[in-house]
C-alpha cells in the first residue's frame, strides 16, 4: 500500500484543518488506517484510527470532541476533520497502515509521509 498525506498548513489557534490521505494498493493486511502525529522533540503518537471496511474509530483521548475520522472508500482516502485546533497541536502528521486496531507505533505497517500542521496562538 502506499500513502500520500495532504491538507496540512498555518492556522489559528481555534481553527479547523482538514487532512487527507490517498490510499493506493490496499492489501487485505491493511484492515485499520491511522493518524499519528509528531511534534519536535517528542514521539510520534497516535491521533485516530478507522477501520477500513466496517468504519468503527478511535481516537486518543487528547482529540476527542475536537477531531474526526473518516474515510471513502470509493475514493480511497481517509479524512482527519480538525476543529478547535490548539498550539499543542502543532505537529507533522502522518497517515499509517496496520493489520489490527492499535494505538501506538507497533504495529504500523505503512507510513504515508508527513503534513505539517501549525497552530498559531
Known amino acids: 500500500v502506499q500513502l500520500q498525506a495532504s491538507g496540512g498548513g498555518l492556522v489559528q489557534a481555534g481553527g479547523s484543518l482538514r487532512l487527507s490521505c490517498a490510499v493506493s494498493?490496499?492489501?487485505?493486511?491493511?484492515?485499520?488506517m491511522n493518524w499519528f502525529r509528531q511534534a519536535p522533540g517528542k514521539e510520534r503518537e497516535f491521533v485516530a484510527g478507522i477501520r477500513w471496511r466496517e468504519g468503527s474509530k478511535r481516537y486518543a483521548d487528547s482529540v476527542k470532541g475536537r477531531f474526526t475520522i473518516s474515510r471513502d472508500s470509493a475514493k480511497y482516502t481517509v479524512y482527519l476533520q480538525m476543529n478547535g485546533l490548539k498550539p499543542e497541536d502543532t505537529a507533522v502528521y502522518y497517515c499509517?497502515?496496520?493489520?489490527?486496531?492499535?494505538?501506538?507505533?507497533?504495529?504500523?505497517?505503512?507510513w504515508g509521509q508527513g503534513t505539517q500542521v501549525t497552530v498559531s496562538s
Open positions: 499509517a497502515s496496520s493489520s489490527t486496531v492499535i494505538d501506538s507505533t507497533v504495529g504500523i505497517t505503512t
Open positions: 494498493g490496499l492489501t487485505t493486511s491493511d484492515n485499520v
